[in-house]
């Protein structure tokens, strides 16, 4: 028998094994970084919507000059507040503000009368608990949900109103 060059049926169907076994690693690999990708972004979302709120709070209140809701040493869902803002040009008006929580949407009212204006969504509790006459500590916790989980986060912050 003369000596030839080449690979058996035997040789094929393994080089075929290894290379399938090869393209399902790399598949399982590629899936599994999507769904990392998918949870990562949703966890910054719901963690971008908090900061956003808790800044927006943050900078309101700071201008108050009146806190009506919560009453001092208590807490709640609900915040009411009186402030002034910046006048250009003409005479200063006192305004009282207030936000609320309407299901999972934070919502800002400027002025009594007016529409309230989504501030963020996906909000599951806020807590304004105003420990002293002039203090006023805001805890927002916010939920974002994806196929693959449910992302909470909870972010604090301290507020001490200039004007009170």
Do not use: C, K
């Not at 709120?53 to 809701?69: G, M």
């Not at 009186?82 to 008006?93: C, E, F, I, R, S």
């Not at 608990?129 to 994806?146: D, F, I, K, P, Q």
Request: no cysteine.
């Amino acid at each position: 028998m003369r000596f030839q060059r080449g690979l058996t049926l035997i040789e094929l169907v393994v080089v075929i094994s290894l290379l399938g076994v090869v393209a399902l690693s790399f598949a399982f690999l590629f899936s599994s970084s999507q769904r990392f990708l998918a949870q990562s972004m949703n966890a910054t979302s719901a963690q971008g919507e908090a900061s956003y709120a808790l800044e927006h709070i943050r900078r309101f209140l700071f201008l108050a000059t009146d806190i009506a809701v919560p009453a001092e040493g208590a807490n709640g869902a609900a915040l009411q507040f009186t402030w002034q803002p910046t006048a250009v040009g003409g005479a200063v008006a006192t305004v009282t503000s207030d936000y609320r929580l309407n299901g999972t949407r934070l919502e800002f009212r400027r002025t009594a009368g007016d529409p309230y204006e989504l501030i963020a969504q996906g909000i599951d509790a806020i807590n304004f608990n105003r420990t002293a006459r002039a203090s006023v500590e805001v805890t927002l916790t916010a939920r974002r949900t994806s196929a693959q989980d449910t992302r909470r986060t909870q972010l604090r912050t301290t507020v001490n109103p200039r004007g009170i």
